[in-house]
């Protein structure tokens, strides 16, 4: 029945977001067939032990997401959803308490970085590929996985707005109503030059080997090691600072915070709904080290 109802999903939800349905289901399957109930009669006091349980070996914000898919699957699947009943909140209520809602944070990849990671690359391939991917990260704001969607085809240079780039599909627009993101000429005109350099047309950013033959789209998961990689390179090189995917968004948004900008021009830019949203991002890195002296 389950794998009926995963069926039903292809198609109405991000790959992404279906992975993870489908993994945390799985997930709650087995906690409940080594219990010995039936994962869709679940109820209220089930689930609170289950969040018990997962609060003693994993972050909350996982338990936080397990628990939203779990809803999920359960209303579309046309059975009770126990996930709001008060076992749950109070369930919830204890963890946070017990572990807190605390998230790793993406190292912030400002313009002061930026620069330096661009001078250490080369004018090969692959060094070209890592400009482009470093300006565009930058520029737009935008996820790792939307980053690799980006097209050749997606660029338009306006006679008013100047160049811009189309994004098609977003985290936030799942049925594809698409979004104009204005760039630089100096990006639009490297974009060219790598797209002439290596006869590409389809998506931008491609895998490139260390021989320099250049491959398909380039996986998101490779863009924090791709910035970490250049990263080591440099003088200003610190083993605590980890960069992701994230980070671009992170650092593009304390460049508009220090430069003025106000909380929903950074919204628009990055593309965030929700002020909260926005706000976690830049919470752990706005606010100067305070004086003691």
């Known amino acids: ?39 869709l009669s679940a109820h209220g006091e089930l689930l609170a032990e289950y969040i018990d349980e997962l609060s003693l070996s994993h972050k909350s914000a996982t338990i936080r997401r397990r628990i939203n898919s779990l809803g999920t699957v359960f209303k579309l699947s046309n059975n009770a959803d126990p996930t709001k009943d008060p076992e749950v909140v109070l ?50 704001m935008r996820r790792r996985s939307e980053l690799c969607q980006f097209r050749f085809e997606d660029l338009i240079e306006s006679p008013t707005r100047g160049p811009v780039i189309r994004l098609v599909r977003s985290k936030t627009d799942q049925e594809g109503v698409s979004t104009i993101i204005p760039i630089s000429l100096y990006l639009l005109g490297l ?77 628009l830019r990055g593309g965030w709904r929700s002020g909260d949203n926005a706000m976690g991002y830049l919470r752990n890195w706005c606010l100067p080290p305070v004086s003691l002296a």
């Open 91 to 140: 369930a919830l209520k204890r963890m946070h308490r017990r572990i807190g809602r605390q998230q790793s944070q993406a190292a912030p990849l400002t313009r002061d970085v930026l620069d330096k990671l661009l001078l250490h690359c080369g004018d090969d391939p692959r060094g070209l590929r890592d400009k482009v991917l470093l300006l565009l990260g930058y520029e737009t």
């Open 1 to 39: 029945m389950i794998e009926e109802l995963f069926a039903r999903f292809d198609g109405a939800f991000a790959e992404n977001t279906l992975r993870a349905y489908r993994s945390d289901f799985r997930h709650f399957e087995t906690w409940c067939k080594e219990n010995g109930t039936p994962p």
């Open 191 to 267: 974009i060219h030059r790598w797209q002439d350099v290596a006869d590409l047309s389809g998506p931008i950013l491609r895998s490139v080997d260390r021989h320099g033959k250049i491959g398909n789209r380039l996986n998101p998961g490779s863009i924090g090691l791709i910035i970490n990689s250049l990263h080591s390179k440099c003088d200003c090189y610190d083993s605590t600072l980890l960069f992701s995917g994230h980070s671009f968004r992170v650092g593009a948004a304390l460049d508009l915070l220090e430069a003025g900008a106000s909380l929903e021009t950074i919204m």
